[in-house]
T-cell receptor, first 112, second 116 residues
Framework: DQQVKQNSPSLSVQEGRISILNCDYTNSMFDYFLWYKKYPAEGPTFLISISSIKDKNEDGRFTVFLNKSAKHLSLHIVPSQPGDSAVYFCAAGGSGTYKYIFGTGTRLKVLA | GAGVSQSPSNKVTEKGKDVELRCDPISGHTALYWYRQSLGQGLEFLIYFQGNSAPDKSGLPSDRFSAERTGGSVSTLTIQRTQQEDSAVYLC??????????????FGPGTRLTVL
């Protein structure tokens, strides 16, 4: 039973356009959410996070939106750049706990 | 380097052999995690250490898997009698403690294990 789902295994976007990566979760106890980015042969690196008390968090070209009622979050990258091509994982956890639950990842390809 | 390091980067072994995977966390990080990523799968939690103790081993897939951490630093994940389904990338991460939004996990580059 996957508690965190990324239903799109891959996404291709033209350079300069918006990339939207989606993530759904089932556990209503999750109250913080993160996105990680992974290049080949490297470990995932933290990108951006959001607490359940917010519905939006922005950091430069990256914005994460959280819809608690729908148990859905999304990562927007605008404008997309070729260097953004990577696998993006969403992760969720409960405050005060130590364990993230990760999704299966979405491979983003930004076309020059 | 100041990051999490893992060794070996690649390991090819024959079915039935034992393997040891090593993780060197960031100095001072008390929490250490092992994950694995099988082909087409997400990051699967295996085990968590706080200091040298492992309060949560719930993710270890079978009793062939074990892990230890010594001196609050280096950790070793051991897989005995490897099977082909053990083939995956094994990732280690460390953090300063309880998960908070500003207390991220730092991942190593992983060990790619291939069991023939």
């Amino acid at each position: 039973d996957q508690q965190v789902k990324q239903n799109s295994p891959s996404l291709s976007v033209q350079e300069g356009r918006i990339s939207i990566l989606n993530c759904d979760y089932t556990n209503s106890m999750f109250d913080y959410f993160l996105w990680y980015k992974k290049y080949p042969a490297e470990g995932p690196t933290f990108l951006i996070s959001i607490s359940s008390i917010k519905d939006k968090n922005e950091d430069g070209r990256f914005t994460v939106f959280l819809n608690k009622s729908a148990k859905h979050l999304s990562l927007h990258i605008v404008p997309s750049q070729p260097g953004d091509s990577a696998v993006y994982f969403c992760a969720a956890g409960g405050s005060g706990t130590y364990k993230y639950i990760f999704g299966t990842g979405t491979r983003l390809k930004v076309l020059a | 380097g100041a990051g999490v390091s893992q060794s070996p980067s690649n390991k090819v072994t024959e079915k039935g052999k034992d393997v040891e995977l090593r993780c060197d966390p960031i100095s001072g990080h008390t929490a250490l995690y092992w994950y694995r990523q099988s082909l087409g799968q997400g990051l699967e939690f295996l085990i968590y250490f706080q200091g040298n103790s492992a309060p949560d081993k719930s993710g270890l897939p079978s009793d062939r898997f074990s892990a230890e951490r010594t001196g609050g630093s280096v950790s070793t994940l051991t897989i005995q009698r490897t099977q082909q389904e053990d083939s995956a990338v094994y990732l280690c991460a460390s953090s300063t403690g309880l998960l908070r939004l500003d207390n991220e996990q730092f991942f190593g580059p992983g060990t790619r294990l291939t069991v023939l």
